[in-house]
């Protein structure tokens, strides 16, 4: 699960068609609702407080994920993120240009929506810390899975 979260956080900027690692060593056993949120939460927190010290880290050459945010009660995970650009260079409409990326990657079979069923958030900034976009993938935003 830390390899997927990783790389989630790595490429939901960029985009780019970085392999997402699943974490095969445990084996599944049927949870209940609240045991498996447990888990979750547990787990998230461990790659948080893991994680937060080795950032910042590169996404791209515009691009740094510069902290991540878990927070257990809202289901949700929270990625920073840096661009090394000025608000000026970067075209009206950005966030929601980047919208449908952003729900495809974390909708897709290994993402933290669908896989997880957390909700995912991207802060971008700009070079001189202001607020970019918020990018929003939560659950009900995934298409239905037809089995």
């Avoid at 900027?13 to 392999?19: C, P, Q, V, Y």
């Avoid at 407080?49 to 740094?64: G, M």
């Avoid at 929270?78 to 075209?91: F, G, H, Q």
């Avoid at 896989?115 to 958030?121: E, F, K, N, R, V």
Wanted: with cysteine; proline share 4%.
């Amino acid at each position: 699960m830390k390899k997927t979260l990783l790389a989630l956080a790595l490429s939901s900027l960029s985009f780019a068609a970085l392999a997402q690692e699943t974490d095969t060593s445990e084996t599944e056993i049927p949870q209940d609702d609240a045991a498996l949120a447990e888990q979750q939460c547990t787990e998230l927190k461990a790659f948080e407080a893991d994680i937060n010290p080795k950032l910042p880290q590169r996404v791209d050459n515009l691009t740094e994920v510069f902290r991540i945010l878990v927070n257990c009660e809202t289901k949700s995970v929270t990625y920073e993120k840096r661009v090394a650009a000025d608000r000026r260079s970067i075209a009206v409409g950005f966030g929601a240009r980047k919208q449908p990326e952003h729900t495809a990657l974390h909708c897709s079979e290994n993402g933290l929506a669908r896989a997880q069923g957390w909700t995912a958030i991207d802060v971008l900034y700009d070079s001189q810390a202001s607020r970019l976009a918020t990018l929003v993938t939560a659950p009900k935003d995934c298409p239905a899975v037809e089995e």
